[in-house]
């Protein structure tokens, strides 16, 4: 189970970073781990990306971070909204700086400080307002061995 990695605290700090990280911006950023992929970890993110419901932000700025744990696989993708001003060379910069911390086994590292840059990022594009709803659950979503 790739959820035993992730202590109550290790959960915790990831949840928190998503909520730091929203109150400066409008868009939702969610986190999914599962132990396996057997695809394209882009194309498993994509199709969590679907079943999570995170196309449906008004401003098409949701920010999905997709991590296989055993399988050591791992992506970020965005909605359009996003995509299209940040371009490939930052998500290439948050992989990089998760890999640095995935590769020596720190996950909740690796992915609160992804997070936190991914926030920083959004607030350029889609700073905080006033009007903001959590218009996507910030709580992790954990997948079943296998099934991947
Ligand atoms: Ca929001
Ligand atoms: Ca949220």
Known sequence: MSKDLFTADDQTSIVE?????????????????????????????????????????????????????????FAIIGDEGIHEKVKDAFWNEEKELMFTHFSSGNFTGGLTQAILKVGEKLKLHFPYLESDTDELSNDISFGEKTDA
């Open 17 to 73: 970073a998503i909520k730091m990280a929203e109150k400066q911006t409008s868009g939702e950023i969610r986190v999914h781990i599962e132990p396996n992929c057997r695809l394209d970890p882009i194309d498993r993110a994509l199709e969590m990306f679907t079943q999570l419901q995170m196309h449906t932000t008004a401003l098409k700025n949701s920010v999905l971070i997709y991590v296989a744990t055993e399988d050591k696989k």
